[in-house]
């Protein structure tokens, strides 16, 4: 079978063999961003069309192609909700005289204004399995961080941050990046910037203080990035802290997780990193149930 | 006399008579983000070299002119202070060989991480005889909105909020501002942003709530802008609402003053609006008691 992770920037294509295992894989900067309205087709073409002649698999894709911005918008599903409500909801879209199927976001309305997620649901369906029954609390850090609560092998509901966007907008167009200059990550201005994040006085004042601590030369300019950092995840952190998990089970990219792994650690829970590639597990969970080609 | 009002992005003149009041006025886009280095003493000539030719009164001059990146630097002065305090640390730079004046900032190191102002120092000695004796709360909204701890006719303390700012930096870099299309300010909106920061979750996560309202078209994309700004704004308000003033003196620009004046009537709170020509009433208070030009 062929599965497809396809984001806002990227194009992750994996043939999978039956038992799941990769047998070839094609990565390309084709990212719905990238490509326009009609181009999706020929894309995916030049990217997996002779793994398609040979396979008589099914082709499942996940992410923001099911975006309203992507090949077909698919509808969100609401949470709670499990593999089986996703699996009776994926999305058929034509393409070579066959159908291929496109995974639905998920929407949580739980908690009076919705939150959304687009691809993050295939990677938990990656690790459900891994994480087994009873309650679990999973980060998913990123541009746009998820906390997802996680019963019984159901997506119970998530809240969404958006720490990486804010730190990138700040870093480059406000007034805070100006002091900033290029400089490796200093996990002790990481921490002060959690620190200050337990403080009285809000994210918006914590944020002036990325500035006065540059000028006063508190923090060096080459640390002032590492800072605001440790500010904004704190802040996250600080939100999620609710109690109820002891474990947070971290699932994101390799620079990314362990950032989160260790501001955990420092903000006393106990952190453990879920395999990056649960996405193409998601994607076989999903998809091994679905019809060939011929069918 | 003649003093200056001169910031980061305009330069405002005023020429007084000995009672205080504006006998001319010039304006120019000359901010210090405008002129580099060596070209403030030329600006000054060009808007004011003429009044200083009739006028044997002190030139004194406030706002970012005496930052770092401006015409010298003067040193923040620490809080508590008075106009007493400012006055015996004006700094005097060279200019037609005769000294003319800076107000130099304050500095608020009374929480730990300092906080800073420059300028809005300036209009506050303009208001300080309005407000009397006692303890009085003022705000300064803006780009960076000041909340200032008044005692006594001396500010106590001070806090900045980035608000503004980061309204900006949102609505034009980051992906909330794809949703928003131009619209009308919408009081309703705006409403519901303060009340959405009232609730759970912190402000990294409402602030991805401002992208799925307008997903689902429960705002408008006309009306986000002002979600988010009522939003942002709710933020501020909720951490300056310390319950110990019943009122807040409001002393800012014409558009953004009555803005925040309503946000605090929803929030439960008095406000005053102040006098917005502050700036000149303070530099005139300040500029009294200076020497003229040849003594």
Not at 238 to 266: F, I, K, N, S
């Amino acid at each position: 079978m062929i599965v497809i992770d396809w984001g806002t920037s990227s194009f992750r294509a994996y043939r999978l063999a039956e038992d799941g295992s990769v047998r070839e894989r094609r990565e390309a900067p084709l990212g719905i961003l990238q490509l326009k309205g009609p181009h999706f087709a020929g894309a995916l073409e030049s990217q997996v069309g002779h793994w398609e002649a040979e396979d008589d698999g099914p082709v499942l894709m996940s992410g923001m192609i099911g975006s309203r911005q992507g090949w077909a918008e698919a509808p969100y599903v609401e949470c709670p909700a499990g593999a089986d409500d996703i699996v009776g909801r994926l999305m058929p879209v034509e393409w070579r005289k066959r159908k291929l199927w496109i995974v639905p976001g998920l929407v949580d309305r739980t908690r009076g204004v919705p939150d959304v997620m687009r691809g993050e649901e295939t990677q938990l369906f990656g690790v459900l399995e891994t994480l087994g029954q009873g309650s679990h609390l999973v980060c998913l850090p990123g541009t746009h961080s998820k906390w997802v609560r996680v019963e019984n092998g159901r997506i119970a509901g998530f809240r969404t941050h958006m720490t990486g966007e804010v730190f990138a907008v700040l870093k480059q167009h406000s007034i805070l990046g100006r002091l900033m200059s290029i400089g490796a990550d200093d996990d002790a201005a990481f921490g002060e910037g959690m620190v200050r994040a337990s403080e009285a006085g809000g994210l918006l004042h914590h944020l002036f203080g990325v500035r006065t601590r540059g000028l006063f030369e508190e923090v060096p300019a080459t640390s002032l990035a590492s800072y605001l950092s440790g500010l904004l995840i704190g802040h996250e952190l600080a939100q999620e802290a609710d109690g109820t998990a002891r474990v947070v089970h971290v699932l994101g990219a390799p620079q990314l997780a362990p950032l989160y792994a260790r501001a955990l650690a420092r903000s006393g829970r106990e952190a453990v990193i879920l395999d990056a590639d649960a996405a193409v597990i998601g994607l076989y969970r999903l998809a091994r149930n679905l019809p060939r080609k011929n069918v």
